[in-house]
């Protein structure tokens, strides 16, 4: 509520001057969450809090044109092509929260957006495109306040607020390497309103991080998240869960700070079967999970256990399974998935990433 009232004030009221145009662009990676958010309430406030390892090769890059115009116009393209269906999540978000950019009715907007994954990988790109998004809204209104009054450069906080806005987990994607996205007496400065970053609260291990994403089905799932998100609030297990992950937060802290991969091994996996399983005991229940989603859980526990090479898994909302290793074990887990893991994906297809920097500047 605090940061609501300073960035509500601090917002751009004036008059856009003529011939006020240009184009800015950023790309902003997704991220992989070891705690899940899966449950909220009113605007976008988790029910528990949650981290994530903010990706590097999984992004959108978004290009804003602007032009001062009488009245907001708005114009998406993705992949080249207009379509206003993809964009419609971002006008709505537009509408719903002008009071922080009372300025766009004033501009016409034309927005270019592109993912560098690939289309129906069955990676979620709301929190890339979503925080791509923002960082081109703040870095016109920056334009706006002009050099002498505007710090030149984004305030990071205040991007994370206005992406959990429009999409929950990009609230995240803002921060490098790692982020921590709700209220937790285990981190001091932790908001239910805005993600922080935990750069310089891990052992080092844990920035050199990959994700190979082991595409399962690409297609696109029968329960959307926000549709996930809803069906908590009759969830019986909803108390019990909500309490076991703010116990795993400060059990997962505590190990992200000293390297412990054992217990990172441990809540990772367990997060990632309790989403389902709150999937599974939701009413009306559903699964998400594929046969060979089971198939690739159950051979890389048997690797492990075999090799003691510390690889684990996640997963998100979907069916695919993120495999998580240190940079250490890169060539050992390379050479494992393609002999022993691609035969459960989708025409064969995984794709690697690591752990990321956050938003770059492209324009
Ligand atoms: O941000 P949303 O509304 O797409 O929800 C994200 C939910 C999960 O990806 C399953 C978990 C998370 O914390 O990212």
Redesign the pocket.
């Known amino acids: 509520m605090q940061m609501e009232n300073k960035w509500l004030s601090e917002a751009f009221k004036g008059t856009v001057p003529d011939g006020f145009q240009g184009k800015v662009g950023w790309a902003s990676p997704s991220n992989i969450?070891l705690v899940?958010?899966?449950g909220k309430k009113d605007k976008q406030i988790p029910q528990n809090p949650?981290i994530?390892f903010t990706l590097s090769e999984c992004r959108s890059e978004t290009f804003v044109t602007y032009e001062k115009a009488d009245s907001f116009g708005f114009r998406f393209f993705f992949d080249g092509k207009e379509s206003p269906a993809f964009g419609a999540k971002i006008e709505k978000f537009l509408f719903d929260y002008q009071a922080f950019f009372p300025f766009i009715n004033q501009l016409s907007l034309k927005v270019e957006s592109h993912n560098t994954f690939p289309h129906s990988s069955g990676i979620?790109s709301?929190?890339s495109s979503m925080s791509a998004f923002v960082m081109c809204l703040m870095e016109i209104e920056n334009l706006l306040v002009g050099p002498s009054t505007g710090s030149g450069t984004l305030d990071l906080c205040k991007a994370s607020y206005f992406a959990r806005l429009a999409?929950?987990?990009?609230a995240r994607s803002v921060f490098p390497k790692m982020a921590l996205w709700g209220a937790t007496p285990c981190l001091e400065g932790s908001s239910d309103e805005y993600a922080v970053s935990l750069e310089n609260d891990i052992h080092p291990i844990f920035k050199t991080y990959r994700d190979a994403i082991l595409i399962v089905s690409g297609e696109i799932k029968s329960v959307s998240?926000?549709a996930g998100?809803a069906l908590m609030e009759g969830n019986p297990y909803a108390p019990a869960r909500y309490a076991k992950a703010n116990e795993n937060i400060k059990d997962l802290l505590a190990a992200l700070q000293s390297g412990d991969l054992d217990t990172f091994i441990h809540i990772t996996e367990s997060e990632a079967l309790q989403?389902h399983a709150l999937m599974m005991c939701s009413d009306p229940s559903y699964i998400l999970m594929k046969p060979n989603t089971l198939n690739l859980i159950n051979e890389i526990r048997g690797f492990r256990e075999e090799t003691k090479i510390p690889l684990c898994f996640t997963l998100?909302?979907g069916p695919n399974v993120h495999l998580l290793y240190p940079k250490q074990e890169a060539d050992k887990v390379a050479y494992y998935i393609k002999s022993a893991l691609v035969e459960y994906c989708d025409k064969n297809r995984w794709i690697t990433d690591r752990v990321g920097d956050g938003p770059k500047k492209l324009l």
């Open positions: 969450a899940k958010y899966w949650s994530s979620a709301s929190a999409s929950g987990s990009a998240s926000r998100h989403l998100d909302a």
